[in-house]
């Protein structure tokens, strides 16, 4: 199947700082990926759909300012914490759509990322 | 809206033993339904899919699944379990062109 990288596998911040998380779909162009967090024991909620060159769509009580979506390129989209603290600790899982996708739905998932914010 | 209900939160099973995790879906047409495995600190493995045709559907990994209309479910099935299946297992389906995720299943083996 098709390989969707994300980078890091898990960070240590201290709160206050900004963290940067990638996402690549590393054998085919994404020109939609998502953004999943992930609770301990729980689902995954989505945050937002990022789209290659527009700007990305929050789901509802997700704030914009604070998780900044880039997908600058059709392989590429980054998540950015904004001075994350503790409670933005969380597993997040990035998931890449590849060709045809829009329809079926199906999606890459990256190997996400644990965000642990001292 | 499209919702995906997972009954079971825990299972666990005898190793060598058969499995079926259930799935109940919330669609208004017919839908695109998904079987995703998650291990420990991991990303979402796709296990196997269904969008139209034959409704027993095979996996990697020896998985299965079926899809009832008439029960609105999507059940995920296995012959004989396997120490290495213990995880967590996420039913979905697509709903207003996104993916939209069961709570999951932790399937725990027992030796």
């Known amino acids: 199947g098709a390989v969707v990288s994300q980078h890091p596998s898990w960070v240590i911040c201290k709160s206050g700082t900004s963290v940067k998380i990638e996402c690549r779909s590393l054998?085919?162009?994404?020109?939609?990926m998502f953004w999943y967090r992930q609770f301990p024991k729980q689902s995954l909620m989505l945050m937002a759909t990022s789209n290659e060159g527009s700007k990305a769509t929050y789901e509802q009580g997700v704030e914009k300012d604070k998780f900044l979506i880039n997908h600058a390129s059709l392989t590429l989209s980054t998540l950015t914490v904004t001075s994350a603290h503790p409670e933005d600790s969380s597993f997040y899982i990035c998931s890449a759509q590849p060709p045809g996708g829009a329809i079926t739905g199906e999606l890459f998932f990256g190997e996400g990322s644990r965000l642990t914010v001292l | 809206a499209q919702s995906v209900t997972q009954p079971d939160i825990h299972i666990t099973v005898s190793e060598g033993a058969s499995l079926e995790l259930r799935c109940n879906y919330s669609?208004?047409?017919?839908?695109?339904l998904f079987w995703y495995v998650q291990s420990p600190g991991q990303g979402l493995q796709l296990l196997l899919k269904y969008f139209s045709g034959d409704t027993l559907v095979q996996g990697i990994k020896g998985f299965e699944a079926e899809f009832k209309r008439s029960q609105s479910s999507f059940n995920l099935r296995k012959p004989s379990v396997h120490w290495s299946d213990a995880a967590e297992y996420f039913c979905?389906?697509?709903?207003?062109?996104?993916?939209?995720f069961g709570a999951g299943t932790i399937l725990r083996v027992k030796s």
């Open positions: 054998d085919f162009q994404a020109t939609t």
């Open positions: 669609y208004g047409a017919t839908p695109y």
């Open positions: 979905a389906v697509v709903g207003g062109n996104k993916l939209v």
